[in-house]
């Protein structure tokens, strides 16, 4: 155990006399800052200093958290990851040792205030194997009846306190095995889903969830109540009138499913499709074709869930024209950036050696194929400078329909990684143009030669159409180079596969006996093709060619889609280079796994 124990701090010890003796109730957050001031204005030191934080911690912590770094009850509020991948979290909750349960033994055992006696005992039984000590069940029991006195006694600042408390009660009932508590807390717990029904909110659905589904909690009486009032309220909330509320009425149509999915009753849940569906048409009515399109979707797909073929058509037609019509609604955003001529000088020479061109195009081959690590990095930077943008999500819209769903950085690390790839291609453009250009100008090849390098590794049996989509890039015909290139390049990765020992053909899902080629994306699947180009190679492929999140240039040539905005040097410069990848993996790989190695 260390050395020096905490010592009780009378200033803190006055700040919370102070909050209990104010006859409101106790507010934990207005608490954590008052006694954090005090520990500033006294200017501590040393264990003191130490000792005041970890009574202001004590309050300043995260419920119901069961994330990093304990995985518990409490948690941190929040969390900051440098430069070098070190998490720091908000409190910094690594400090704590076991000195801390001590201290906040003490303050349990003065304080009779039900709030503080439920959060020091609580602590005291949830942290306790995080900070080295065996768990005591007399802390469960003591947390127990302190956040029923707080219920009892209206000792929470607000309704949600009063129900946080009742679940916290329930939780600690069943760890405790204590049946007569876990009646007390589920009747609480019953009273305040009556409460709810009354108030604009309706319900808290982790009180629905618990009541209805966790084992030896609910009982028959109460689930047919709850599931009655979900019923009303879902007719409420999906037809037009003061109650109209879509995105209840979604929530509500989660939970009545997974009921009736158990029950087995089809036409129930069919019941709640439908009117989930017809809610989100009509909200889609009332909105713009951006915010329409969004809802026509929700809309499609619980119509399509519910077998109701004419409705889902009818609905996905109404979203195709939203579609259509939410480009004009769309605003172009650009910005200027300027590179020196200085500095794009040293990283051409960086690249093109006038001595070697295998060599220069090696170095161009393996420059530009992004990292996987620094990419994350980049995504993390920019929810750091924007964490709103990064909590968004992001719909792709691809001619008359939704392609992509990108969700928030938290949620979605590989959709945002996947769209960072797609827009690095397009800023680093210019520096791929330029080095292409001066090793072409330096060691003066032509298209047959490029195409000659790009198969020095057997991706192709002809190269004739690889070379005339070459000279299209060199004329600048940018709509033929598109539109032979990209059949050609996933042409030459069934070629490496099948170079690799491992089938380039399919059965055929419907057709006994026939068998298809692998397309782009099933080949990029291969888990040898994986293991032999390496993450940071197929992760570049899948953004540029087969995943709708980033460029997806094989669907959209595959299904003419393509657009004058596709056709462009850009684009086809990284066609350009995907073809020196295909010659030149061996190297990119080896090189790879050296600086791995480091």
Same mark, same amino acid.
């Given at each position: ?70 995985? $518990? ?67 469960? $029991?003591?947390?127990?009846? #302190? ?85 009303? =309220? ?42 989930? #569906? ?45 579609? #259509? ?69 992001? +719909? ?38 330029? =080095? ?89 699947? +291969? ?30 040539? =595959? ?40």
């Amino acid at each position: 155990m260390p050395d020096e124990p905490f010592p009780l701090i009378e200033a803190m010890n006055a700040v919370i006399r102070n909050e209990a003796a104010t006859g409101a109730p106790v507010n934990f957050h207005r608490l954590e800052a008052s006694m954090h001031n005090t520990r500033r204005e006294l200017e501590l030191s040393g264990t003191d200093n130490m000792s005041a934080w970890v009574d202001a911690v004590a309050f300043g912590l995260a419920t119901d958290h069961f994330g990093e770094p304990w995985q $518990r009850y409490f948690g941190p509020i929040g969390s900051l990851t440098d430069e070098n991948g070190t998490v720091q979290y908000l409190p910094d909750v690594q400090q704590l040792d076991e000195r801390a349960l001590d201290l906040w033994s003490q303050r349990l055992a003065v304080e009779d205030h039900p709030a503080f006696r439920a959060r020091y005992s609580d602590l005291l039984w949830e942290l306790a194997p995080q900070l080295g000590r065996r768990r005591d069940p007399v802390h469960a $029991r003591t947390a127990l009846a #302190a956040y029923e006195s707080m219920i009892a006694e209206n000792a929470h600042e607000a309704f949600f306190d009063k129900t946080d408390a009742a679940l916290r009660m329930l939780t600690l009932a069943l760890s405790l095995r204590d049946e007569a508590a876990k009646v007390r807390s589920r009747d609480l717990l019953m009273e305040e889903f009556r409460e709810l029904l009354e108030s604009p909110r309706r319900f808290n659905f982790e009180i629905v969830e618990r009541l209805l589904w966790e084992r030896s909690v609910g009982t028959p009486e109460i689930t047919q109540e709850i599931i009655a009032a979900l019923d009303d =309220a879902l007719e409420e909330s999906s037809e037009e009138g003061d109650r109209f509320n879509p995105h209840l009425a979604r929530e509500i149509g989660i939970r009545l499913r997974r009921h009736y999915n158990g029950l087995r009753s089809r036409t129930d849940v069919v019941r709640v499709q439908t009117a989930v #569906a017809s809610a989100f048409e009509t909200l889609a009515a009332r909105s713009d074709a951006m915010v329409a399109a969004a809802h026509l979707d929700v809309a499609a797909t619980e119509f399509r869930n519910a077998g109701d073929e004419e409705a889902f058509n009818r609905v996905r037609t109404a979203r195709a024209e939203a579609v #259509a019509k939410s480009n004009a609604e769309m605003a172009a955003h650009s910005f200027r950036f300027e590179i020196g001529f200085d500095d794009m000088e040293r990283f051409l020479d960086s690249i093109v050696d006038p001595e070697d061109v295998g060599l220069s195009l090696a170095k161009i081959a393996n420059e530009f194929v992004p990292r996987l690590g620094p990419l994350r990095d980049r995504v993390l930077q920019t929810a750091r400078v924007a964490p709103i943008q990064a909590a968004i999500s992001i +719909n792709i819209h691809e001619d008359e329909h939704i392609a992509a769903v990108i969700g928030s950085v938290d949620e979605d690390m590989e959709g945002r990684m996947m769209h960072q790839t797609g827009q690095d291609a397009i800023f680093a453009g210019i520096f791929l143009d330029q =080095a292409l250009e001066r090793c072409m100008d330096v060691h003066g090849l032509d298209s047959h030669a490029i195409a000659g390098w790009t198969n020095r590794l057997g991706a192709f049996d002809d190269l004739i159409m690889v070379i005339e989509g070459v000279e299209a890039w060199r004329t600048g015909d940018w709509i033929k180079a598109l539109h032979v290139l990209v059949p050609q390049i996933e042409l030459g990765l069934r070629r490496t596969l099948r170079g690799l020992g491992e089938p380039i053909v399919r059965n055929h899902p419907t057709m006994p006996g026939r068998q298809i080629l692998l397309n782009m994306g099933e080949v990029l699947s +291969n888990t040898q093709l994986q293991t032999a180009f390496g993450d940071d190679t197929i992760h570049y492929f899948r953004a540029l060619y087969v995943d709708p999140r980033a460029r997806n240039l094989r669907n959209v040539v =595959a299904h003419g889609l393509t657009s004058m905005s596709d056709a462009t040097s850009t684009t086809c410069d990284r066609l350009i280079h995907t073809l020196l990848v295909l010659g030149f993996w061996r190297d990119i790989a080896r090189t790879t796994a050296a600086a791995a190695a480091q």
